[in-house]
Each structure stands twice: as C-alpha cells, then as structure tokens.
T-cell receptor, first 115, second 119 residues
Framework: KQEVTQIPAALSVPEGENLVLNCSFT??????LQWFRQDPGKGLTSLLL?????REQTSGRLNASLDKSSGRSTLYIAASQPGDSATYLC??????????????FGAGTTVTVRA | GAGVSQTPSNKVTEKGKYVELRCDPI?????LYWYRQSLGQGPEFLIY????????DSGLPNDRFFAVRPEGSVSTLKIQRTERGDSAVYLC?????????????????FGPGTRLTVL
C-alpha cells in the first residue's frame, strides 16, 4: 500500500521568505504526483502535476521537483506572501497498468506566512 | 468552463438517517472519483467511476455506502443508516481520462466538497 508522508506538519515563516515543503512516498512506481492547495473549509486546488518521467515542474513562484527513485518530491514557493497561507497536500497515483488510478494523499503541511 | 460542483455544501443529519450527496463533474470528463477527508487528514479514496461503471470501489468502508453514475456524468454517493463516524468532508473529483498515453490525463480536479455532520 502506498504511504505518503509530508514533513513538516506545520510551518510559519515571515513574509518574503522562501518555503520548502517535503513529500515522501513508499512505492516508487508512481504515474504522476500532484501538489494541491487547500484553504480552510474549501476544496482542493491543483497547483502542479509532475509526470513520472519529469524531474520538475514550474508555475510562477512555484517549483516542484521529483526524485522518483528515492520517493521524494519538494515544493518550493519563492518570496512567500500572506496569501500563500493554506494547507498544501501532495498526492501520488500509481502506474495505470495496475488498473489503479486513485490518488494517495499525505496529511498536508499547514503554512502560515506572517505579514 | 465550470469546475466540479457538489451539493449540498453542508448536510446535518441524525444518526440512522439516509443521505445522498451529489457531484457534477467537469463536462466531458469520463473519470469521476469520491474521496473522504477527516479533520487534519488528507483525503482518502472511496470509489472511482470510468463512465457509468464503478471501476474500483475498494475504498468504500462498508455496505452502508453506495455510489451511482447512471448516465456517465452526475454521480450520487448514498449513505444508509448514518453513524457519527461518517462525519467528514466528502470530496468529488473528475479527470479527462485516467490513462491513454498521456500522464496528465490523470490530473484530478476537485469540487468544494460536502461537509457531512451526523449528530
């Protein structure tokens, strides 16, 4: 069974500091990895999707790296802003040849950016 | 176009009652997923539909839970004889196609969720 772990569980930084969020997974036979943002009481917003053949993906101030062999992904958020305060979740899906398309999620990292 | 929508946004019910939760996926998306999220946890998979059929229902916790997608679009999650432990946020997601040579086709887009409270 795929286990996904996110460290740290919570993070508080002053505005302008770069954020580094970690995600690890136990089964390296992943299909892709998604990073999501969740605001309190809201659903999930997809931030980045990294295909298993990719090493990184970028969108604006966000950059996500993937090291499939070691079972790790890191989400970097540059020059953090108070509006970045939210819970960030990573999720992996396994190889579809195994007929398994569900996402396995970590518990998330709750980020607070102090003004 | 419109994203995934879910109704109701909040549902409060009494123990033992029956509830239905609705999901309207993004138009044209053939795959639909239900997840359940408890406080402080990541979402947990319940069931996956490809078209009208349930391709994987391995996450349903017991036979009180059932889901349908009769026309391959809207889906309804049904919970019988609700228990207090069923209280959670129920999330629905859709994707264009789970596979087909392009990994990005399994990118899942989530709705806002239904918060279910069983008293």
């Amino acid at each position: 069974k795929q286990e996904v772990t996110q460290i740290p569980a919570a993070l508080s930084v002053p505005e302008g500091e770069n954020l580094v969020l970690n995600c690890s997974f136990t089964d390296s036979a992943i299909y892709n990895l998604q990073w999501f943002r969740q605001d309190p009481g809201k659903g999930l917003t997809s931030l980045l999707l990294i295909q298993s053949s990719q090493r990184e993906q970028t969108s604006g101030r966000l950059n996500a790296s993937l090291d499939k062999s070691s079972g790790r992904s890191t989400l970097y958020i540059a020059a953090s802003q108070p509006g970045d305060s939210a819970t960030y979740l990573c999720a992996v899906s396994l190889d579809p040849r195994s007929n398994d398309y569900k996402l396995s999620f970590g518990a998330g990292t709750t980020v607070t950016v102090r003004a | 176009g419109a994203g995934v929508s879910q109704t109701p946004s909040n549902k409060v019910t009494e123990k033992g009652k029956y509830v239905e939760l609705r999901c309207d996926p993004i138009s044209g998306h053939t795959a639909l997923y239900w997840y359940r999220q408890s406080l402080g946890q990541g979402p947990e998979f319940l069931i996956y539909f490809q078209g009208t059929g349930a391709a994987d229902d391995s996450g349903l916790p017991n036979d009180r839970f059932f889901a349908v997608r009769p026309e391959g679009s809207v889906s309804t999650l049904k919970i019988q004889r609700t228990e207090r432990g069923d209280s959670a946020v129920y999330l629905c997601a859709s994707s264009p196609h789970p596979a087909g040579g392009r990994s990005s086709y399994n990118e899942q887009f989530f709705g806002p969720g239904t918060r279910l409270t069983v008293l």
